[in-house]
């Protein structure tokens, strides 16, 4: 009886292990870079550029049945990514249960996606003050709300001054 039941469980457990080796496979994996091209395949080597594109990639592979049981892992290189416009995703790049789509981060590396628009050739204006001229490249009329130099929020100029 004893020797039944172990049989028995051996059996079971034996067919689980191949059911499950046969419904998990590796997801497909692609890369993004500062450094990368749009027009390479997206590999470890030749990453994409853009997240977009990565995006785009994936509403490829899925249109021609090549999109994997296992899903899709977007490893997104550190630096910074300037966006130009706004980045969408839509119920059409959603992944599933059996393949999930992710995009992450590659491990111990930051990753900045930004919509803002860089300010360049800032000179001295009064003291520890710096100004630029925003309508000679070409942000004339360009709202915003934010200015971060270094890294760090600055405070914009207003009339009152705010220590007057």
Not at 140 to 145: A, C, H, L, M, S
């Amino acid at each position: 009886m004893v020797l039944t039941r172990r049989v028995g469980t051996a059996v079971v457990l034996g067919g689980c292990w191949i059911v499950a080796a046969r419904s998990w496979s590796a997801p497909a994996e692609l890369w993004v870079a500062p450094d990368g091209d749009d027009a390479d395949p997206g590999s470890r080597q030749k990453p994409f550029a853009t997240l977009a594109r990565a995006r785009d990639a994936i509403r490829q592979m899925r249109t021609q049945g090549a999109l994997l049981p296992g899903g899709v892992v977007v490893n997104v290189c550190g630096g910074v990514y300037p966006l130009a416009r706004t980045l969408n995703f839509t119920t059409e790049d959603s992944g599933s249960a059996e393949a999930p789509v992710v995009y992450r981060a590659c491990p111990g590396e930051s990753v900045v996606l930004t919509g803002g628009k860089p300010i360049r050739a800032f000179e001295s204006h009064r003291g520890a003050i710096l100004r630029a001229d925003v309508k000679a490249q070409g942000l004339e009329g360009v709202p915003f709300r934010l200015l971060v130099f270094d890294g760090k929020r600055q405070e914009m100029a207003r009339y009152p001054n705010r220590d007057q």
